[in-house]
């Protein structure tokens, strides 16, 4: 089918390509003109404006934005839906919040516009594996869409079918699901990276204690120099926690074990937070997901002032004097 | 080679046949006579005690023993060092504590004998999809026991190969390790699980955030009757955080989305605890490991006494009274 | 001087209680006419409705709201903006969320109408020990109402003076503060529950800890029976952790060391959460202060659906049987 | 009572004040000379080693140790079992592992000699506030020590007292518990600062909060410049969180809000690692007080391995490139 893209970042730009290879025709936009026309010369339709991209589609058309989270995607929304008419639908395939959606679907309905808020995971694999794309929207709209989803998935791949569900929907076997009404899409999408920040720092944590066994202050009997590149590769076949973070992990360690071009400044974006937030919301703990969150937090601070507080009241109490951040160096390897 | 198994449990038996599918002699013995028939009808020669073990194998001889951790297992270790020769060797493929193997090493070593230890991922899969070892000891024992490790291990199966591993050791690409000294292996095994105790944990709080999202308490437009079987689906096509034990929760949820076969008491083994052990011996904040086993210790409470001392606070400073357990009944769904 | 004062329960009349001792002036008003005619015969004026009220103050009015926080609230702030003229004030003392402190004054000040916002701490012991309060607003208006702080303050008492504060504001000595602009009151307020929580838990780990200690499944010469009321006891005398929350709880095992009056069911009211939304936005890491309102989440519930991932995966994986929740029942005790 | 004191730094020294000015008679050891003729000149019996000190008591003897745990201390325990004679006691008023103290209990007993571990708290403060006192060992033994106990305590003071302790052991409301055989007393001790830990956490995590309130990122409505060093004076009074800790917090900050003496580099000592350990063997759930513990760690570390871990999986699944330390340098204010 057609369909106008709009925002050809490496995500947007690769979804172009995808959809393309299996025969959509994308109009594209992006607000750089390079790189609409990379893709134009790789068979899209490139256009230098909204109203253009608007144009260069038929009714009932179909927009799928793919800009970062927040203002950008809000005015976007925003914008289109005063060039959009009765029945067009706009696709929001960013980090959305939840609650954006709905305010985008509520503003957008009023002018007869439908709104479907698409999860998509993939990075840069996406291209080449697919995207696994969490849906939010009305029933008749996203089953209109189903061409374009069911291009941009994975598909069944060799992953080896689920016993017992025969009978269920078979487009969750093929990677993408319609979760619910609007918001309900990058809610699920939420909760798939606040999942994946706890997994990972399981994996950091795990391989931290194990490059530290060789410390000087243990035993000397109970002091091991693991190689954690070997480690990662071997717990790839037959063990429990494999995955294909994992699979990332045991590469990057093949290529240098100690990790040296890192520093360890470790970034977060919105959808870790708010899986927290619903967390609370809901009443539900989440030690875990959280504890994830913080470690990341705390990565990008020297020291807190929490900290500092610990020093102070260590000295009003005890007379502890704090050993200065020399020391605090020493400690950098771990 | 010919090599002694003891323990026949499920984990033991299922070694004795994939040893003997590739064409190893297995000598077996276990306190269960009929596990040793059950055994020996699919071609081991069986034994009805230790010593019958050792005079069934000839010098140096190689003793895998395959028992629960602990008192049972130091005492067949014990005992085998009575019955043993100069240069035999004692495996120990359970979940030993690795301070455990440098005792038993010790003690084995003093007439002669040799010891590795073998931490031994796979579970009730190992038969088929083979087993992920971690291995502890000296290099020449270790690589005269290479032909059953060969064999035991999963082996490169269709896993694509890790980039840059090119000239490093070939035996974590084909599913085992050797670690380094006595505990080695252990100790890289019980990391493993306490990895996997947090891997689970994370998964278990998105997919708690996800079947909550009904509750009446949250405001209806943000409410969401998500279908967790399929939402775990889909995440093992092209996302970041498909791995193994998400194939496992799709299969559960695919039987049931309410799982309510389970109540949710969860056990721990010594592996979860001694890597909490470990990280505070070396220092290393383990945040996410520690929580994941703490949530199952609290799944195992009705309530803690902790929480008893929190209401009595509360009744002091602020009068609240206490609501009784039948409310916490109600909240008992999620 | 003379204030109004609506919502009459336990905090809101002791408040005016503590006012009328020292002199002032209340009229009041609830919804309840019992709660009113009470504080009639102690010497208020009672008021039928906020218009009476409105009435029976001359201007420049102040008003405080003290009622539960959100909608009641709001709606009362907003029909004290139709009822009230220019200059005058309204004190919100309640539990409010500081953003809705920020819209309160919003709407108000449009009318020429001030707000001050004041986070109340003192429980059932305030009229006896005074009202510790964190106060947001503008600096001339906070001053008008001077009097009425100084008044519930708790004031100096015996309280040996913080060395190094010669030369700053005395209010803090006193017991209250202008933390900053409006919602300033109560956001300090909303962390000190935020702390409040921590400081209860890491007593209630503790004191867990210690009566588990004779548990039998420790060896013999490790199991103490400890007295867990001598023990909260004898802290709160030269120990570095006493505190008034532990002479509450010594007071508490002091009548019943086993506290078997209490199931252990713990509430959490919204300033617990807000305060982690807060460190949140804020991007400080609060693992002790989100562990603590995690903990009461928990003790709500029977079982979350997030153990229940964690047995089917053991299942799934190791073919372990769940025990039952009789099994859980008998750990009750802890 | 006459009583020997082996140790005379900052904890010991203070301790034979207390008990001279009480009228005790002691014998004083340290291996410093100086320590040691600073005592005497204060009217203590000063020796030079410890024979010396076994021969200027009379039998039964009391020792007090007051040295380091670990090493130090036994070496000096087993030294004094072989010069003390039946009947004779030694006390360990360290901050021993009360697995040592059964051990030394053994040893001791073995020559008939008694054992009492005293976990001490009272920092600095001692000498003019009293000790607090956990205290294991045999009945007898325990009340044969009375006397020196009583001195050392802090005494009622002026602390209210508890309601509903009539009839109780009049001991903890006098400072200190005879809390069971050998190992309680520095059980107990152990615990009690495990719950510091947790304590002081949620007092550093809720300062954090506030002060980082005036955060560029927030909303400007949102954002208030709090004065922390007010807020920690106005929660002395009348709050439900003041406690000792709060008022050592409100004299550092009243020195300096910023607290730029102290870089936030936190030590831990052995108490609070025990504390975990034995939750851990309970299986109680403790996750604030290991949370405070891992912030230790994590503030004397520069960056750990963990977070490289991370930042490798990012950059792998996603291609994210790492944002370098002297980003992380800018957020060091916090």
Not at 169 to 196: Q, S
């Amino acid at each position: 089918m057609k369909i106008g893209v709009i925002g050809l970042g490496r995500m947007g730009a690769n979804i172009v390509r995808r959809l393309m290879r299996d025969g959509h025709d994308c109009v594209v936009f992006d607000k750089s003109a390079e790189s609409v026309e990379k893709l134009e010369k790789e068979g899209a339709t490139g256009v230098r404006d909204l109203a253009g991209l608007v144009k260069a589609l038929e009714p009932p058309r179909s927009v799928w934005v793919m800009l970062p989270a927040g203002q950008v995607t809000s005015e976007t929304v925003d914008a289109l839906g005063d060039l959009l008419g009765q029945d067009d639908v706009v696709i929001d395939g960013g980090n959305s919040f939840y609650r954006d959606d709905i305010a985008h679907a509520a503003r957008l309905k009023r002018k007869g516009i439908h709104f479907v808020d698409v999860g998509t995971s993939g990075g840069v694999w996406g291209l080449e594996r697919g995207y696994c794309m969490m849906i939010g929207g009305d029933d008749a709209i996203v089953w209109r869409l189903d061409p374009v989803f069911r291009t941009l998935a994975p598909g069944r791949g060799e992953i080896e079918p689920t016993p017992g569900r025969e009978g269920r929907d078979e487009r969750a076997e093929l990677g993408y699901i319609h979760a619910g009404p609007n918001g309900a899409g990058h809610f699920v999408k939420m909760v798939h990276n606040g999942i994946e920040y706890g997994l990972m720092q399981a994996y950091a944590e795990g391989f931290a204690i194990l490059r530290n066994r060789c410390a000087d202050a243990l035993p000397e009997a109970e002091r091991y120099d693991l190689d954690v590149a070997d480690i990662a590769e071997v717990w790839r076949r037959g063990s429990v926690i494999s995955s294909w973070l994992l699979d990332l992990t045991a590469a990057a360690l093949a290529r240098d074990g100690a990790l040296s071009d890192y520093s360890g400044y470790v970034e977060d974006s919105g959808e870790g937070r708010w899986t927290i937030n619903a967390a609370i919301e809901e009443a539900v703990p989440a030690d875990v997901l959280t504890a994830a969150l913080y470690a990341r937090f705390r990565s990008r601070l020297d020291h807190t002032f929490g900290e500092k507080i610990l020093s102070a009241m260590r000295q009003g109490f005890g007379g502890h004097v704090e050993q200065g951040p020399a020391a605090a160096k020493q400690g950098g390897g771990a």
